[in-house]
Each structure stands twice: as C-alpha cells, then as structure tokens.
C-alpha cells in the first residue's frame, strides 16, 4: 500500500531493493520516516518511527489515536469548494495559525493534496508556504489512510532529531535511515522538509552516529546519492549502488538519471 501523503524523497518505488538489504530483526526504528513507505511495506513485530517535522508526526499520531472519526473529519476538507486559489490561501493561513491538533493535522492532508507537486516547504518563520497546486481533481486517500492507521497499533511515534533516536535503540533493533539526500551540485539541493534544513555536518554526525550503534550490534541502513562525499563518509559500509530517476526537480531539463546507494553498516 502507498503512503496517504505525497512526500518528497518517499521510497515506495525502491522498496524491493531496501527489504533485499534490511535485516531480520524484531523492532524496526525509522529516524527519518517521512511518509513511512518503508514502514507500511515491511512487517517488523514493533515500529519506532521518527522525524523532526512536529506537523508530520502529530499527524500520525492524531490519526492513530483518532482513526476513522479524523478520517471522516479530513474528508470533509476535501470538497469543490476548497478546490480554488483563495480557499487554499485561507486554509493555509489558518493552519499556520492554529494550535489545535485534530484541525491542524486535517489541514496537513488538505495542504498537501492541494499545494504544488504535494511540497512540505516552510520559510524562515516556520510557515509553511508551498504555493496553490490547480489540480482539477483531488484525491482524498481514505484506503491508504485506514491501512496506515491499522498498522500503527504496532507503531510508537516520536518527533525527534535522528542521533537521539538512533542512540535510544536496543539489541533486536533494526534501523533505515532516509535522510534529505546530499546535493548532487550546490545548487540542487532541497532541504526544506524542516525549518533548518539537512547541512553536511549532520550527513557526517549520520555516518558517524551509524557506525557507533552497528558496532553496539545493531545494523543501519542508509539512502542516499551516491557521490564521491557519500562514498568516503560510509566507506565502513557495505554499499549497493543503482540507477534511479530522479524527479525532484520541477524544470524537465534536470530531470534525468542519478546514481543512489545503499550503505549497510553492519558488524
Ligand atoms: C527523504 S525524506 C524520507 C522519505 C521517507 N523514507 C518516505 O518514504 O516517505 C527525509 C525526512 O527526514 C526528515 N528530517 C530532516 N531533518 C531531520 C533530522 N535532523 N532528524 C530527523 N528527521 C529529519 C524530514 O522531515 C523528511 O521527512
């Protein structure tokens, strides 16, 4: 089943090659789950899924508490209606606006099918200000959203930054790391799933932090570009390299192939 969000960087397509590299293990711990392909495509007995996005994880944890009554409640947002530029200024202030949990987090689904190629993106300020879409129809996605909600009752969610999730695991623990990818130039990088964005710093804490609890016995798989960066970072690991298509970009011409990688850190 695919993720109810749209999310940059989700990983549905690649699954077949993660699930060939995860090891066995009882509980598996995502530091960066985004729209939780990976979750929802493996059976682990236990799930940590975490990320430093506080909107994505109330919302997950709103629909697991809430279930089908916050799916009806959703739902209701995505009416004609709200199909238009200025209903989608309005909601979008008003979720900037708001502190309650159920509204902001059936906001979060609304803003996400009706914005601009489904981007989370935030200015300074912490707003989020992805542009109005013009989808001529919009899907609401109730399937996908009941089948995450049924196998969240084997989840525990955690808005956190990675280093403190990875270090909180334990011996059983299984761990696959989607960071915000590496620039491929130094112009190409998208980093605005969060107000602060993903520095080469904490791509190095990453590595460093991957080999640390590999070597307490708990193996880490990382996505990644592959550039020479990434090779020398994870040069402990055993990497898996492919060729992938990338679609990130909103102007075709820099559309095209990219190479990714695997990196299994592992004792
Ligand atoms: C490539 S996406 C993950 C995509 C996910 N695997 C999927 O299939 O949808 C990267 C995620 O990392 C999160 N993130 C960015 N910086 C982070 C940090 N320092 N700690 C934890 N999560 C972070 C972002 O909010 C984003 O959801």
């Known amino acids: 089943m695919k993720p109810f ?5 989700n990983k549905h397509k690649y699954l077949p090659r993660i699930k060939e590299l995860l090891p066995a293990g009882h509980r598996l711990i995502e530091p960066f789950v985004g729209a939780g392909a990976v979750f929802l495509g493996t059976d ?3 799930y940590l899924l975490a990320d430093s996005n506080p909107d994505l994880i109330g919302l997950f944890r709103t629909l697991q508490s809430s279930r089908q009554e916050f ?5 209701s947002y995505f009416v004609p209606e709200n199909n238009n530029e200025e209903k989608f200024y309005e909601l979008r202030d008003l979720f900037n606006k708001c502190n309650d949990r159920k509204l902001k987090s059936a906001l979060f689904i609304y803003l996400n099918r009706h914005c ?4 989370c993106r935030y200015n300074k300020r912490g707003e989020f200000n992805t542009p109005f879409g013009r989808y001529t129809t919009v899907y609401f996605p109730e399937v996908e959203m009941q089948y995450f909600m049924k196998k969240a009752e084997r989840a525990i969610f955690e808005c956190a930054d990675f280093e403190e999730i990875m270090l909180s ?5 299984v761990i696959y790391c989607d960071p915000p990818y590496v620039p491929l130039s130094p112009t190409a990088s998208f980093t605005s799933y969060s107000i602060e964005g993903f520095s080469q710093m904490k791509q190095e804490r990453l590595a460093r932090v991957a080999e640390l609890v590999s070597h307490r016995g708990i193996p880490v798989l990382i996505s990644n570009h592959k550039t020479e960066f990434t090779m020398q970072e994870y040069s402990k690991a055993q990497i898996t ?3 992938v298509q990338r679609f990130i970009s909103s102007k075709a011409s820099a559309r095209g192939k990219a190479q990714e990688l695997l990196a299994l850190f592992q004792n």
């Not at 969000?5 to 960087?9: E, F, N």
């Not at 799916?71 to 739902?75: E, G």
């Not at 601009?116 to 981007?119: S, V």
């Open 5 to 9: 969000l749209k999310w940059a960087g």
């Open 71 to 75: 799916i009806d409640f959703a739902r």
């Open 116 to 119: 601009y190629n489904g981007l």
């Open 44 to 46: 682990y007995n236990e």
């Open 169 to 173: 695991t334990v011996q059983g623990d």
């Open 241 to 243: 390299d492919f060729e």
